[in-house]
């Protein structure tokens, strides 16, 4: 799975990043979900500053979602073989 990083500067001016966002094709029925809550993430660390600069949107995922769907998400094929 491809992740990508994302940074800011929230209202006190201090810099944050977000680490760990999957990539997702739009036809993934996960899509959605994995959007909206990286929405309400950044937006609750924009408006409400803290200390910490850093953030790992995969924790955050593990907390908020069912962990059956956390599963499927973050499941990765096992090759036999290196193949």
Sequence with gaps: MIYKRLEFKNMAGQKVKITEIPVLDPRNPHYFLV???????????????????????????????????FIQLYRTEQYSHNA
């Design 35 to 69: 959007h909206a809550r990286l929405q309400a993430l950044a937006a609750f660390i924009y408006n409400n500053p803290d200390s910490k600069t850093s953030y790992s949107f995969h924790d955050y995922l593990k907390r908020k979602m069912k962990w059956s769907d």
